[in-house]
């Protein structure tokens, strides 16, 4: 069952203050992927998969119900976004929370994930934005080494993640930026399948490709697969599933979507979550599906 946080609620959580120099931290790749994603890796030392590890960060989001004003005060939703963010090794955490905070400096106080969705080779996370407080775009990378923020540099590398605003001069301009399905009405007709907690998904197939539609709330879910290469999108949405049970996201006002791939392709930024608030749209890409609900759902 997807789970929502409001995007306007800061959590009151304790950091450390005190920056760390960056020091070399490993971590084992232990974390289990899912047979429905296919894992690549890249020559390039700005993107290299193998650092992509999910092992050390993010521990669940314990379930609070459904109602929004109740999670909203939920002591639980506090403790446990608290221990998704704290469960960071010290270098990685202080290391995004610095680099938050050059980001307010310069756009306000804006709405920023607060983990990087990676676990080893986050200390090496560098970040480099344009635009203002109303329309930005932050890329999120990781090279070899911890470069200054905003670095030119970081402009070369290939990003694992962007966050993007965009502001629209009404509610329904917005609106209109969503691919809001719904699929009842949109796939009547075609073959479904059950998946957790009763919800009933559309299959759309058509040449090279299977793909799954569902609703959640007032999210547009759909997973695609490529037939050709004897995929189904079963797999990752069951994981999917798995992954919002974990994992709060921002409570759409109005509308959201959710486009994930079950193939990962290396150097690329294919799985989207995009929602709206009011007259705002926040656009993030990453490159992996785990990535992209982990970075999401601690954004405050």
Not at 110 to 126: F, I, K, R, Y
Request: charged share 15%; aromatic share 8%.
């Amino acid at each position: 069952m997807l789970h929502f946080k409001q995007l306007s609620l800061v959590l009151p959580v304790a950091l450390i203050a005190a920056t760390l120099a960056a020091c070399g931290q490993t971590s084992s790749n232990n974390a289990a992927k899912s047979s429905s994603v296919s894992t690549s890796s890249s020559t390039a030392a700005s993107y290299k998969d193998s650092d992509f590890d999910h092992s050390n960060e993010g521990s669940p989001i314990a379930t609070v119900g459904n109602d929004n004003s109740t999670l909203q005060n939920s002591p639980a939703a506090k403790e446990a976004l608290n221990r998704l963010i704290t469960a960071q090794p010290l270098t990685q955490r202080n290391r995004i929370k610095v680099l938050n905070n050059d980001l307010q400096a310069q756009l306000g106080q804006v709405a920023l994930p607060q983990v990087t969705g990676l676990g080893q080779g986050s200390q090496n996370l560098n970040i480099a934005y344009t635009g203002n407080h109303n329309n930005y775009t932050i890329n999120y990378t990781v090279g070899d080494t911890p470069l200054a923020f905003n670095s030119p540099i970081v402009n070369k590398q290939n990003p694992y993640a962007v966050l993007q605003k965009q502001t629209f001069n009404s509610a329904n301009e917005a609106k209109q930026q969503i691919s809001y399905i719904v699929a009842e009405d949109t796939f009547r007709g075609m073959p479904v399948t059950g998946l957790k907690s009763g919800i009933t998904a559309f299959y759309d197939q058509g040449a090279g490709h299977s793909n799954l539609y569902w609703n959640e709330g007032n999210w547009s879910l759909g997973v695609k697969a490529n037939s050709l290469a004897d995929q189904k999108p079963d797999p990752l949405a069951h994981q999917t599933l798995d992954l919002l049970d974990q994992y709060y996201l921002p409570a759409p006002k109005s509308v959201g979507q959710i486009s994930f791939n079950s193939t990962i392709t290396p150097r690329m930024r294919d799985q989207v979550i995009k929602w709206q608030d009011g007259n705002i749209v926040f656009t993030l890409t990453a490159h992996d599906p785990e990535t992209a609900i982990k970075m999401a759902a601690s954004i405050h």
